[in-house]
């Protein structure tokens, strides 16, 4: 065997290994391979991911999940939730929230413009809201909370990656 099938085969064999799905480390957006936008903290398992990704309702809480799509600009925002402690998100990704049933206000910051939303709901509901924009590389942005129906956010969230999940019981 020569040296470049044998170095062909190690890599492939590498590439081969399994992903750790219990694995809680922090995820990182790319943009087309270049820069990466990792979060701070750890993101959720692979496990947790895709659990979160069958939209379940829990009886004794709403459950609100903000996606953040991958277009709106390739730098991290910080979401906030009933005038609380921020939680960061990169582009790509999505925050599941267990909250009280009720009327609660969402906001965003983007370039010193605050975006907010009330979103409300029963307990054992499921509610989904998704923030889109750009930003241009000769510096105008774009951002809002989108217009998506719930179920056009759902199959956004579906490509993205849980980086928290959080209850504010």
């Given at each position: 065997?020569n040296v470049?099938a044998?170095?062909?085969?190690?890599?492939l064999?590498?590439?081969?290994?399994?992903?750790?799905?219990?694995?809680?480390k922090?995820?990182?957006?790319?943009?087309?391979?270049?820069?990466a936008?990792?979060?701070k903290?750890?993101?959720p398992?692979?496990?947790?991911?895709?659990?979160?990704?069958?939209?379940v309702?829990?009886?004794?809480?709403?459950t609100?999940?903000?996606?953040?799509?991958?277009?709106?600009?390739?730098?991290?925002?910080?979401?906030?939730?009933?005038?609380?402690?921020?939680?960061?998100?990169?582009?790509?990704s999505?925050i599941?929230?267990?909250v009280?049933?009720?009327e609660?206000?969402?906001?965003?910051?983007?370039?010193?413009?605050?975006?907010?939303?009330?979103?409300?709901g029963?307990?054992?509901?499921?509610?989904?809201?998704?923030?889109?924009?750009?930003d241009?590389?000769?510096g105008?942005?774009?951002?809002?909370?989108?217009?998506?129906?719930?179920?056009?956010?759902?199959?956004?969230?579906?490509?993205s990656?849980?980086?928290?999940?959080?209850?504010?019981?």
């Amino acid at each position: 065997m020569n040296v470049a099938a044998l170095t062909c085969l190690v890599a492939l064999v590498g590439c081969a290994a399994p992903v750790d799905q219990l694995a809680e480390k922090p995820y990182c957006h790319t943009d087309r391979g270049m820069h990466a936008y990792c979060t701070k903290e750890v993101a959720p398992n692979l496990k947790r991911d895709a659990e979160s990704k069958q939209f379940v309702p829990v009886p004794d809480a709403l459950t609100v999940y903000v996606v953040r799509y991958w277009g709106d600009g390739h730098h991290p925002m910080e979401i906030s939730f009933n005038g609380g402690e921020p939680i960061e998100t990169v582009p790509d990704s999505m925050i599941r929230l267990r909250v009280n049933a009720g009327e609660h206000q969402i906001a965003f910051k983007v370039d010193g413009r605050s975006f907010e939303r009330k979103i409300s709901g029963v307990a054992g509901e499921v509610r989904l809201v998704g923030i889109s924009g750009t930003d241009w590389p000769w510096g105008n942005s774009s951002h809002a909370w989108s217009d998506d129906s719930e179920d056009q956010v759902k199959r956004k969230a579906m490509r993205s990656r849980l980086i928290k999940d959080k209850s504010l019981l």
